[in-house]
């Protein structure tokens, strides 16, 4: 039936009738697993801080190893692929006249095998046979079952990339010559990282932690099981940020009225991010040994061209928001600033999501350099700069996100107390993390470390000169489950029960007198090889070093 109706009266059926509710109820499973995440996750992270702190100690059959690992886990995996994927299920379904049966049967395959390979990860976590933490660098060892589970979970999502591929494919099948829709561009983008991130992650799992833990070979290659980790954990980190920033460039210009930045800036900036990113991952091994400095340098090089895209969305953001509030009679130098919607959520929790990039990018670069790392390195400077760059900017960003997505798909609306809820929150988030993570940044520079339970060494005069900072990551932490308690609550209100109605899915026009963006920015297979050969240039060499001038293997060990 459907192949009968012409395309293009299908896709301008589907804008105006909304989304179907075949693919609402995907992206709404795909979100309420993500907010339920952050709730436990969040709860995980208040036990943390006030144990830290010295104002919680832990039951024996709970210990703080434990809570960190599950902590780590839900919040830097479940919620952030499960929002991901959900978000651009629904942009897919929005902007290419909704998902193809085939592709919504394989974002369900894909749910299931999360869930069940998160099942797996959790059991053993909560019996403390997998107290490894979510980086799980060998040679500690968890009960295979868990790394069991990590299988299915990289399976799901492998799942989730092939469906938005055969999607897009699909539509330019069906559209030859012309751009895929610029959110759909964005997806892409996202999945190509994901697809090709999982592979080291997943030959580190299946082909080195799973035949050591079960016993067949005795010992681990430390160096390549890290540095296959950290080709994928540095890929996620741009994962999300790519994701924030497709909202910042698409939906944001939309909700304050105004016109998209450059569709072909836009569209380079995606293709820099996907090209260069996998090729930063050193940067996490800037004090590793056994890595030679020329490589070191020139992963420390890309990661900083990375810089480069953040910059052009920086300049290209602001440069959107004051076009606009000219537009709308805002005067001055920085009169302007006065036409800008503060009092909306969807606009307002963006904003500082943006902003918090600014500190935060700049104390990633502070660490990216090699002597200043080795101040900050394993302290809690490191996990404040993570709270600020994924717990502000691209957490913020998807909490402004769910304002409108969650009715969009639940088919309500935002009230305005909704509304006004989110922007209480959104400042509630925007404080307590800035007690909390500016705490961290302090008292990491101080040499307090990280991953480490409540301690004063001995009543040591330096450890105990980092107790006001660790109070006053307690308040933050305080203020910041007030914010997730509130967040949730938004989230299950408009999924359930706010007024029905029509919600728009807001994407911003281009510019009216906008130039027209050349073809060669379709061309996916060749940035692919082009980021295929940046990730040998990077990997090649140093892989070989490891394994041929290999050290002594490691067996496995439970240190918890
Ligand atoms: C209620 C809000 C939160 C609180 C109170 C909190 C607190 C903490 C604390 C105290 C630590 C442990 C520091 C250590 O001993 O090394 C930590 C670690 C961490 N947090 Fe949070 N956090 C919160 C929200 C988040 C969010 C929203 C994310 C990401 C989306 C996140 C991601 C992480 C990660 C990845 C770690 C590192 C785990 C590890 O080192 O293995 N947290 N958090
Ligand atoms: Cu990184």
């Given at each position: 039936m459907a192949a009968a109706i012409p395309k293009k009266i299908m896709e301008t059926t589907n804008k105006a009738m909304g989304i179907s509710p075949e693919d609402a109820k995907i992206t709404k499973s795909y979100i309420f697993v993500a907010f339920m995440a952050l709730l436990i996750g969040g709860f995980l992270g208040l036990i943390q801080g006030l144990n830290r702190a010295g104002l919680l100690e832990l039951p024996s059959w709970l210990n703080y190893y434990q809570v960190l690992t599950a902590h780590g886990l839900l919040l830097i995996l479940v919620l952030t692929a499960f929002f991901t994927i959900g978000y651009f299920y629904a942009s897919l379904s929005h902007t290419l006249g909704g998902l193809l049966p085939k592709v919504r049967r394989i974002a369900w395959v894909g749910f299931w095998l999360k869930m069940v390979g998160f099942v797996l990860a959790v059991i053993p976590i909560l019996m403390n046979e997998a107290s490894v933490m979510y980086t799980f660098y060998p040679p500690m060892a968890a009960h295979p079952v868990f790394y069991l589970g990590l299988v299915f979970i990289v399976l799901g999502v492998w799942a989730c990339c092939i469906g938005s591929f055969i999607q897009v494919a699909n539509w330019r099948k069906n559209n030859k010559g012309q751009h895929v829709p610029i959110l759909a561009y964005f997806a892409t983008g996202v999945f190509v990282l994901l697809f090709f991130a999982l592979i080291p992650v997943a030959i580190e799992?299946?082909?080195?932690?799973?035949?050591?833990?079960?016993?067949?070979?005795?010992?681990?290659?430390?160096?390549?099981?890290?540095?296959?980790?950290?080709?994928?954990?540095?890929?996620?980190?741009?994962?999300?940020?790519?994701?924030?920033?497709?909202?910042w460039y698409v939906v944001v210009p939309k909700i304050i009225g105004g016109r998209r930045w450059s569709d072909l800036l836009t569209r380079v900036v995606i293709i820099a991010l996907v090209v260069m990113n996998i090729t930063g991952g050193f940067h996490h091994q800037i004090i590793d040994p056994g890595i030679n400095e020329l490589v070191k340098f020139m992963h420390v090089f890309m990661s900083l061209a990375i810089g480069f895209p953040s910059l052009m969305t920086a300049f290209a953001l602001f440069a959107v928001f004051?076009?606009?509030?000219?537009?709308?009679?805002?005067?001055?130098?920085?009169?302007?600033?006065?036409?800008?919607?503060?009092?909306?959520?969807?606009?307002?929790?963006?904003?500082?999501?943006?902003?918090?990039?600014?500190?935060?990018?700049?104390?990633?670069?502070?660490?990216?350099?090699?002597?200043?790392?080795?101040?900050?390195?394993?302290?809690?400077?490191?996990?404040?700069?993570?709270?600020?760059?994924?717990?502000?900017?691209?957490?913020?960003?998807?909490?402004?996100?769910?304002?409108?997505?969650v009715p969009y798909i639940s088919k309500r609306v935002l009230t305005p107390q909704i509304n006004k809820l989110g922007v209480i929150q959104t400042w509630i988030w925007t404080v307590g993390m800035i007690f909390m993570a500016g705490a961290m940044h302090w008292v990491g520079l101080l040499g307090s470390p990280r991953r480490t339970s409540y301690t004063t060494y001995g009543d040591h005069a330096t450890a105990l000169g980092w107790d006001p900072y660790l109070m006053c990551l307690a308040v933050g932490g305080t203020l910041l489950i007030i914010g997730v308690i509130l967040q949730v609550y938004a989230v299950i209100n408009m999924m359930f029960f706010a007024p029905k109605g029509e919600t728009e899915f807001p994407i911003a026009e281009e510019e009216d007198n906008a130039t027209k963006t050349p073809?060669?920015?379709?061309?996916?297979?060749?940035?692919?090889?082009?980021?295929?050969?940046?990730?040998?240039?990077?990997?090649?060499?140093?892989?070989?070093?490891?394994?041929?001038?290999?050290?002594?293997?490691?067996?496995?060990?439970?240190?918890?």
């Open positions: 799992v299946l082909v080195m932690i799973l035949p050591w833990t079960l016993g067949w070979v005795e010992t681990i290659n430390v160096m390549v099981a890290r540095t296959l980790f950290w080709a994928f954990g540095h890929t996620l980190v741009n994962i999300w940020y790519l994701t924030a920033v497709s909202a004051e076009r606009t509030a000219r537009r709308k009679g805002g005067k001055g130098l920085i009169g302007w600033w006065k036409k800008m919607p503060w009092g909306d959520v969807r606009f307002l929790a963006p904003f500082i999501a943006m902003v918090a990039f600014i500190p935060a990018g700049a104390g990633g670069i502070a660490q990216s350099t090699n002597q200043l790392d080795q101040v900050v390195h394993n302290t809690m400077w490191i996990v404040g700069h993570f709270h600020l760059t994924l717990g502000m900017t691209v957490v913020m960003t998807f909490f402004g996100i769910s304002y409108w997505l073809y060669w920015t379709e061309r996916w297979g060749i940035w692919i090889v082009v980021m295929l050969i940046v990730v040998a240039m990077a990997y090649v060499i140093p892989l070989t070093e490891f394994i041929v001038n290999a050290p002594p293997g490691s067996p496995p060990y439970k240190t918890w």
